[in-house]
């Protein structure tokens, strides 16, 4: 990668199923943790890594998200008259601060099929992929960490943390040559192994930096794990191309995309703001007992 970051895909043409029935008429993406849907803390972490372009891919029925990035005249005109200044601001922000292009995945045939559909309007250079599943609190913006590390190689990078060996069926796992500050020049990667095949017990977390011709590679693959496209599978042959490295990345993750992980996120997050810490500690005291 010989450029900044400029364009990032956010897939979320998904059906959200392990969140039924919630996701039933509403995007998972647009599930809040506190008060802010996830994919807006996706958007602000790919803007604060100096992202200028966000190319949403979407699927039936999931405007409601771009309708979150669009401008809401009535909304913003009542909360004008009210004299709602914070709140105005801070619906006015939203939309200010992204381009969004919005590209529709047809049906979900998996994330390397959903990733594949932004190709016309990435382009030919080298783009993040962030998922709304995983969201990092971190000092540095996890997409960004991987933009260091790809401006150095010239390489790919995936974001990878460890989990326990009882969860490495529930997640890509990476293994390789272990280099400086423990990341890998990535050998193998493998979507969801069954525990005794996982080659490791690093966990690809949902961020990632590609170069174009993944492209090409996606486009080529036959259906893998489920009969989906998977981004894995393409991955995994930038890494027989000795061309991935996967970056072990600081902050802490939650998985947002399972109902135990979305719960826990939603403390957390709640824990980090002023006016709710303390009456939220004191309930959870009362609660625990
Ligand atoms: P998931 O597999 O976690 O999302 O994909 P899902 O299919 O919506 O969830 P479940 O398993 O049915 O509950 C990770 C991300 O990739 C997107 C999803 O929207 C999610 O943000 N995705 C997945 C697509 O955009 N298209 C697909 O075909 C599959």
Redesign the pocket.
């Given at each position: 990668m010989n450029h900044p970051l400029r364009k990032v895909v956010v897939?979320?043409?998904?059906?959200?199923?392990?969140?039924l029935p919630a996701t039933k008429a509403i995007p998972?993406?647009m599930l809040p943790i506190v008060d802010t849907p996830t994919i807006q803390l996706i958007v602000e972490e790919a803007l604060s890594a100096g992202a200028q372009e966000v190319v949403l891919?979407n699927?039936r029925g999931k405007g409601a998200i771009e309708d979150h990035f669009d401008r809401a005249y009535e909304l913003e005109d009542q909360l004008q008259r009210k004299g709602k200044k914070e709140l105005f601001e801070e619906v006015r922000r939203i939309s200010d601060s992204v381009r969004l292009v919005s590209v529709r995945?047809k049906e979900?045939?998996?994330?390397g099929?959903?990733v594949l559909a932004a190709r016309h309007a990435v382009g030919t250079e080298w783009f993040g992929v962030l998922?709304?599943?995983d969201v990092v609190d971190a000092d540095e913006p996890a997409i960004g960490q991987l933009v260091r590390f790809a401006r150095k190689t010239g390489k790919a990078a995936v974001a990878l943390m460890p989990v326990p060996e009882t969860q490495v069926h529930l997640y890509g796992v990476a293994a390789g040559r272990a280099i400086e500050g423990g990341h890998v020049e990535v050998d193998r990667i493998v979507e969801k192994p069954p525990r005794d095949r996982a080659p490791s017990t690093l966990a690809v977390v949902?961020r990632y930096v590609l170069p174009p011709d993944v492209f090409d590679i996606l486009a080529n693959l036959p259906a893998g794990a489920g009969g989906?496209i998977q981004l894995t599978d393409a991955l995994a042959v930038l890494a027989q191309q000795k061309r991935l490295l996967g970056v072990r990345i600081q902050g802490v993750r939650h998985d947002a995309?399972d109902r135990l992980g979305y719960v826990q996120a939603n403390v957390a997050y709640a824990l980090k703001r002023p006016d709710l810490r303390e009456p939220l500690l004191a309930w959870l005291r009362e609660v625990v007992k």
């Open positions: 897939p979320a043409a998904g059906l959200g199923t392990r969140f998972k993406e891919v699927g995945q979900p045939l998996g994330l099929h959903a998922l709304g599943d949902g989906e995309g």
